[in-house]
């Protein structure tokens, strides 16, 4: 039923999220539940529960995360942005070209990278 939540599964995305760093992300609840599930799978085969499984595969979803998926995300949220705001000041009235920017993915790419490293960069 769930071939990702077998112990298998889970230990292979357990040694991703350490080795990608994503799984000191992660909060001490979710660490918790997730090496639970693991020792309980190790016994039993595998999570059927649907709460538990679906709490499960959102704890995956923070270990798949890259940095590359977080920049893309960052870049369409501020084109989505630059969009709305662009449409509202009649900005492409006169800079027709920014519309045509805004939909090529390495604009958007790159709107995602200064965003995230000027985040970073004021944050400190």
Wanted: hydrophobic letters at 45%.
């Amino acid at each position: 039923m769930f071939p990702i939540l077998s112990y298998a599964g889970l230990l292979g995305w357990m040694r991703k999220g350490l080795r990608n760093g994503n799984w000191r992300r992660l909060k001490t609840t979710e660490k918790a539940l997730f090496k639970a599930a693991l020792w309980y799978a190790r016994f039993k085969g595998r999570i059927l529960n649907w709460k538990v499984a679906s709490q499960l595969l959102s704890i995956v979803e923070k270990i798949k995360d890259t940095l590359g998926n977080r920049i893309v995300q960052a870049g369409v949220a501020a084109a989505k942005e630059m969009l709305t705001r662009g449409e509202e000041s009649a900005v492409f009235t006169w800079c027709p070209q920014l519309r045509v920017w805004l939909t090529e993915p390495r604009y958007v790419f790159w709107l995602g990278l200064t965003r995230l490293s000027t985040k970073y960069y004021v944050q400190g």
